[in-house]
């Protein structure tokens, strides 16, 4: 069996090294057009943390590594161009190329924004060492931005239209997570970018803040180009759309990662998740579909993160607000103390008393303890079952 990976992310690295160690008479090769490092831990590079993952151990288990670009996917020929020119044959394909991040096209000067995605855009805000630094967006990107700008002496200023992280976080822990990080010296500043220049960045409000350096972090679009011009069906013509094995609308093809769509545990149908723990567990579930396993693990919404040395985040399902648009009938627990941390929330649906939501914002780490409440949603749980009593 000849199996044809492209993309040296999570979900790209995660397949190699499942499908290796799980069918060890494939051919496995992996594609990527740059050497593969740890892309969620970008900021790092700022204290001097080595991102470089060493790919020794899938290597010894045979799989061939080929450092170039996939330009096209010929489905009727089972095969993939590289940009130099080579084509690989496949039995299986699997596409994880990952995302890309997205400028808003309504946002005049928009192209003057720098990104954070890649190694060489941390070290474009290393080497231009600015003392200001804007920062437009919401998202975990834009705090990641903000602690590396922090670590390299600059001051960050996070643009916020709406608030913090808002589709992982219940609304108060987002007021209470700004508090937390305006003491480490973040500047939080509500309103809605209008222009970008030179220098400076001007609100719709008419008020400016001034800038050396402008990010752009609201989002990230899938890299799907490969998959279009091949035919693959699409989800919204915007995210390659899979089961619940990964596998696409071609038999052959798989597709895990930022660029494909997963089966939401909770809400049970497609949804776009973009996270590293879906793509590692998408990773899983592609190895054991070409072992011949029917069924497959459940792909949940869980993110965790530490930001300034030990403001600790954590969610998994849905928020209360997020649940409510999904027809659950959604009620809260708040919790605080020595297990749960500064600040945590459960979400239930009050129809059913089943488990749906979390999320927590504390100085220390309770990653044990939302590992737990995740579990109670995959297992459906009802709240009772985590000690409480409504």
Known sequence: MKVVIVGFGLGGLGSARHIADQAPDAKVTIVGDERPYVRHKLRLVTQGMNLWVNTKHIESKGVEIILDRVT???????EVVLASGQTLQYDYLVLATGSNPTIPSKLKGGEKCAVFRKLE????????KPNEVAIIGASFVALHVADASRAIGAKPKVIVRSRLIRRSLEPELSAKLEKFLAEKGVEFI??????VYDGKLELEDGSEVPSEMTFMATGVSPEIALAKEAGLELMNEWVIKTDRQGRTSDSNIFAVGDNATVIDTLINKPIYMGIGTAASIMSLNVAKALTGFKASYKVPRYQRDVFFGGIHIASAGLTSIEASKEGFEADRVYMSGDEWGDHAYIVYDKKTKRVIGFSSISKKDIGWKSIGVLMAMIRRWPLAKLGFEI
Do not use: A, M, S, T
């Open 72 to 78: 096209r996917v010929r489905r009727e020929q089972k």
């Open 190 to 195: 509500h309103g809605k970018p209008k222009e």
């Open 121 to 128: 855009d941390v070290h474009k805000l290393i080497d231009e």
